[in-house]
């Protein structure tokens, strides 16, 4: 067991282990001494760091679109060594109008965002609490707190893994179990170039949809892009050496002063609903 010492080596848990912060992780857990398990859809991903590493890096395949072998997958990790830490860090952003997507582009949208994250962290959840506890970080982003059109799909996901986050969290603190957000800006890492466009339609091209479209292909990514996914690593990381980690962890500036404009909109919206809301009550 390693929660008795704050500075034992322990064994991570990472999805989306190949590329960008999902890597980055995965790089900085190692290097500090602990083990990792990282998850990939295909074997070769991690290959240089399995030279490094040696035992202490393992690579599952895992596909999680549709997640239907991540009970396979999770059993067989944990029948090998308990997992201390777990990062659900797999994702992607399907882009265009929300009419413009075809339903199975949503259902794949919402599983590798949302349900994906749901059945890994549910999982966990008996074996941390039977070891006495762990951590489970999900990787979110200004997304899950704000909205642009053209992402409705990536929203979905990204709100509703805030919220399971936010109950589960609740339900799990007295078994030493956290779980913290970590809502990342816009990061250098492979995320915009792996973006899916659907097919786009006329009647939104001259839209706020055409507009954002347009921008994001057109854009200069690296001036955009201003996150170091290697500071992220190590900032993930220490959070989860801390006793009582945040549930919200906001990482970038650009993602700090969004979410505080998305909030503070919110509360001035709601302010004047207040003798409405009341209004509602029943009367004798």
């Known amino acids: 067991m390693t929660h008795g010492r704050d500075d034992s080596p322990r064994h991570w848990f990472v999805t989306g282990a190949t590329g960008g912060l999902g890597r980055n992780i995965t790089e900085y857990a190692l290097q500090q001494g602990d083990s990792v398990t990282a998850t990939a859809r295909r074997a070769d991903g991690l290959d240089d760091l399995r030279k490094r590493y040696g035992d202490r890096l393992t690579v599952e395949v895992l596909d999680l679109s549709p ?13 090998a060594h308990p997992v201390d830490v777990v990062v659900n860090n797999a994702g992607y952003a399907l882009v ?7 339903p ?22 008996k074996p941390m609490r039977e070891q006495g506890g762990g951590r489970i970080i999900q990787i979110s982003s200004l997304g899950g707190q704000t909205t642009v059109p053209t992402h409705s799909g ?43 466009f659907v097919e786009a339609t006329p009647p939104y091209e001259s839209t706020a949809v055409g507009r954002l479209r347009r921008d994001m292909r057109d854009a200069d990514a690296g001036a955009l892009l201003t996150g170091d996914p290697r500071k992220i690593a190590e900032l993930v990381y220490a959070t989860t050496r801390q006793s009582d980690p945040p549930l919200r962890l906001v990482l970038g500036e650009d993602s700090y002063e969004a979410i505080r404009t998305a909030l503070t909109e919110r509360l001035a919206a709601l302010a004047p609903q207040k003798s409405v809301a009341a209004s509602v009550r029943f009367t004798e």
Not at 106 to 114: G, H, K, N, T, Y
């Open 154 to 196: 990536y929203h979905a996901g990204k709100w509703g893994l805030e919220g399971f986050t936010e109950s589960v969290a609740q339900e799990v603190v007295d078994f030493g179990i956290h779980l913290t957000l970590v809502e990342i800006g816009a990061t250098r890492t492979s995320f915009l170039s792996g973006m899916r």
């Open 96 to 102: 265009g109008a929300a009419e413009e997507m075809s």
């Open 67 to 79: 997640p239907a072998d991540v009970d396979t997958v999770i059993s067989r990790v944990l029948a």
């Open 104 to 125: 199975d582009q949503i259902r794949d949208q919402i599983e590798v965002l949302l349900v994906a994250p749901m059945l890994i962290t549910r999982a966990f959840l």
